[in-house]
């Protein structure tokens, strides 16, 4: 059971622990994704426009794997932002409904709310777009788990980050 804590608190905690949750995962960083904002339940990502990671030379149209990855990242971190920040989840559904093509040349932003966490489980919505929300690029919804291999995984994170691996 989770220690109840302050919003403040909680908002000190993700601002603390903000810039390990995407330079610390290798797949994060290799797409460039970066962290735009984390509030309890809410997180907001960005995915830059790069000719490295066009799938069609041709339209120099984002790859879908890149978009995947954008909101299966974000909707992580609302879930764990929406856990209180204590538990990192591990993905246990991702349903995405792709809407149309990201613009060639514009970063894709993600935005994703927690909707219900409770026990070991939290549901998340995201939508992505590429500078309108209301003509979005994609859309996910999902669900989360706390399972005994992702906390190994926060244990390797945390003993890294002590050991100073990660910056």
């Given at each position: 059971?989770?220690?109840?804590?302050?919003?403040?608190?909680?908002?000190?905690?993700?601002?603390?622990?903000?810039?390990?949750?995407?330079?610390?995962?290798?797949?994060?960083?290799?797409?460039?994704?970066?962290?735009?904002s984390?509030?309890?339940?809410?997180?907001?990502?960005?995915?830059?426009?790069?000719?490295?990671?066009?799938?069609?030379?041709?339209?120099?149209?984002?790859?879908?794997?890149?978009?995947?990855?954008?909101?299966?990242?974000?909707?992580?971190?609302?879930?764990?932002?929406?856990?209180?920040?204590?538990?990192?989840?591990?993905?246990?559904?991702?349903?995405?409904?792709?809407?149309?093509?990201?613009?060639?040349?514009?970063?894709?932003?993600?935005?994703?709310?927690?909707?219900?966490?409770?026990?070991?489980v939290?549901?998340v919505?995201?939508?992505?777009?590429?500078?309108?929300?209301?003509?979005?690029?994609?859309?996910?919804?999902a669900?989360?788990?706390?399972?005994?291999?992702?906390?190994?995984?926060?244990e390797?994170?945390?003993?890294?980050?002590?050991?100073?691996?990660?910056?």
């Amino acid at each position: 059971m989770q220690d109840e804590q302050s919003p403040a608190d909680l908002q000190s905690l993700l601002d603390e622990l903000a810039p390990l949750l995407v330079d610390g995962s290798h797949h994060a960083v290799a797409l460039g994704l970066t962290l735009v904002s984390l509030k309890p339940g809410v997180a907001v990502m960005r995915a830059p426009y790069s000719p490295d990671l066009v799938g069609d030379p041709e339209s120099g149209i984002l790859h879908g794997g890149v978009i995947t990855a954008l909101l299966d990242h974000v909707c992580g971190l609302a879930a764990f932002s929406g856990f209180g920040g204590q538990d990192t989840p591990a993905t246990l559904d991702l349903r995405l409904d792709y809407m149309r093509p990201a613009q060639p040349g514009l970063d894709v932003i993600a935005e994703a709310v927690c909707l219900k966490s409770h026990g070991l489980v939290a549901f998340v919505r995201a939508t992505a777009h590429d500078g309108d929300i209301d003509d979005p690029v994609a859309t996910a919804q999902a669900a989360f788990m706390v399972t005994g291999a992702s906390k190994a995984a926060q244990e390797r994170a945390m003993q890294a980050l002590q050991a100073g691996q990660v910056s």
